[in-house]
């Protein structure tokens, strides 16, 4: 089992920054891939970032390539979404998720392991 805990959401103006946590704990060393989703009310599941657990392999969506950054501290078996020039429409619940293979980075179905969320709200 691997649990996550997400931390950082809050209330942001645009075009202003936000730094997500996602703490792991458990059998991480089963999960080749750390992902972050967002989901905005109505809307399907989106992938945002991900980045290999060994490697620092990054790969990320289009809708947000160049503004949000993913990075992680294996030390403190930690993974970070750095988001800046926040949008209005970047409002949603952010996840953070535990996968299997890098080769399907951005499959939710790839992704076992999920934590609870943390809200994030871009005001205009």
């Known amino acids: 089992q691997v649990q996550l805990v997400e931390s950082g959401g809050g209330l942001v103006q645009a075009g202003g920054s936000l730094r997500l946590s996602c703490a792991a704990s458990?059998?991480?060393?089963?999960?080749?891939?750390m992902g972050w989703f967002r989901q905005a009310p109505g809307k399907e599941r989106e992938f945002l970032a991900g980045?290999?657990?060994?490697?620092?392999?990054?790969y990320y969506a289009d809708s947000v390539k160049g503004r949000f950054t993913i990075s992680r501290d294996n030390a403190k078996n930690t993974v970070y979404l750095q988001m800046n020039s926040l949008k209005p429409e970047d409002t949603a619940v952010y996840y953070c998720?535990?996968?299997?293979?890098?080769?399907?980075?951005?499959?939710?179905?790839?992704?076992?392991?999920w934590g609870q969320g943390t809200q994030v709200t871009v005001s205009s």
């Open positions: 998720a535990a996968g299997r293979v890098w080769h399907n980075v951005a499959v939710g179905s790839n992704y076992d392991y």
């Open positions: 458990g059998r991480t060393a089963r999960s080749n891939v």
């Open positions: 980045i290999s657990w060994t490697g620092g392999s990054t």
